[in-house]
């Protein structure tokens, strides 16, 4: 974990100086660019472990950086940003990043989330590799929606949907226990938040676009809000 | 990073100065939220905070003066210069 590459997207030379002294301190392998398309072009060409992303770069900009990327990868994306508005982090998590940090941050801050989001992608690994190993299988269901949890899969009526590991992790631990309300600080783990700030919003996305995706490809209603208190599955039909 | 930080400041506030101070109005927008990021990142928090506001305040006023907008451009650049005294 220690040498993961991680990839710096932002327009302002000092910024990229912070976040890379920060992460170098801390033993990762940083590659810096400054636009939008530097950054699609580094992602085709190679797979960074992580990527911090700028909010507000020129065009593209980091929005639709992180929606081109998401859609050929699941790569971990932190949105790191000036701008601290709700609308600003809805609408980078409804573009697929995984996590969102305004500036000021401190660099062990930064530092916390990225080795958060890298454990995520770790265990991740770890599942795929000691599923192929022992050809086992941990399949949960719930009505039409089929979750492989060694195969980090997600299949309705057989046919895989595309989530990201924040989205399948969420879906996962709701599955997993059909009849429990699970509450936002039980979830916030789950989604990679390492503090109260911006949590119900940022569930609110991840639930919102998990519920999206299975809507479109054909399946249920499955993420119910539970006013005041967080999320539970709904009622099977 | 402290260590780090302290260092870098100083050269990371003189060339904030430099962008305000040779943008155009029409720039003005972009370049303040950038360095309102890096102002902030190295320990400018009120003058990070300014910048921020400035640039919504250009963000929410396209069709505004071009005098206005120096005037508040000169009042964050005496805040930023103000920053090298303290």
Redesign the interface.
């Known amino acids: 974990m220690q040498m993961s590459t991680i990839l710096i997207v932002d327009?302002?030379a000092?910024?990229r100086?912070?976040v890379r002294?920060?992460l170098e301190?801390e033993g990762y392998k940083v590659v810096e660019v400054s636009d939008g398309n530097m950054a699609l072009s580094f992602c085709d060409a190679s797979d960074p472990d992580l990527i911090i992303l700028?909010l507000?770069l020129?065009q593209p900009d980091g929005l639709e950086v992180c929606r081109q990327i998401r859609q050929k990868s699941s790569v971990p994306i932190i949105m790191l940003?000036?701008?601290s508005t709700e609308i600003d982090e809805a609408m980078s998590l409804a573009a697929g990043a995984d996590d969102f940090l305004s500036?000021?941050?401190?660099?062990?801050i930064l530092s916390l989330r990225v080795a958060s989001q890298l454990r995520h992608t770790a265990y991740e690994s770890a599942d795929k590799e000691s599923g192929s190993k022992h050809n086992e299988t941990n399949i949960l269901s719930w009505g039409s929606i089929e979750i492989d949890v060694k195969a980090r899969e997600v299949r309705i009526d057989s046919k895989v949907i595309a989530l990201t590991i924040t989205e399948f992790e969420f879906l996962k631990v709701l599955v997993g226990s059909p009849k429990q309300v699970f509450t936002r600080e039980q979830l916030a783990p789950v989604i990679g938040a390492s503090s109260s700030f911006g949590l119900e919003h940022a569930l609110d996305t991840h639930a919102s676009r998990l519920r999206l995706k299975i809507r479109r490809a054909g399946g249920p209603d499955v993420v119910v809000s539970v006013r005041g208190v967080g999320y539970r599955l709904s009622a099977p039909k | 990073?402290e260590e780090?930080?302290r260092q870098?400041r100083a050269?990371?506030l003189s060339?904030a100065i430099g962008s305000l101070e040779n943008s155009s109005p029409g720039e003005l927008q972009?370049i303040t939220?950038?360095?309102?990021?890096?102002l902030?990142?190295?320990?400018f928090?009120e003058e990070?905070n300014q910048a921020?506001a400035f640039?919504g305040w250009l963000a929410e006023n396209q069709l505004a003066d071009d005098s206005e907008i120096t005037r508040r451009r000169d009042e964050l650049l005496r805040l930023l210069k103000d920053a090298f005294i303290v």
Do not use: C, N, Q
């Open positions: 327009d302002y000092d910024s100086l912070f002294t920060s301190s700028d507000m020129g940003t000036s701008r500036k000021p941050v401190s660099g062990r | 990073m780090f930080v870098r050269d990371v060339r972009a939220h950038r360095i309102a990021g890096a902030s990142l190295y320990s928090a990070g921020r640039s």
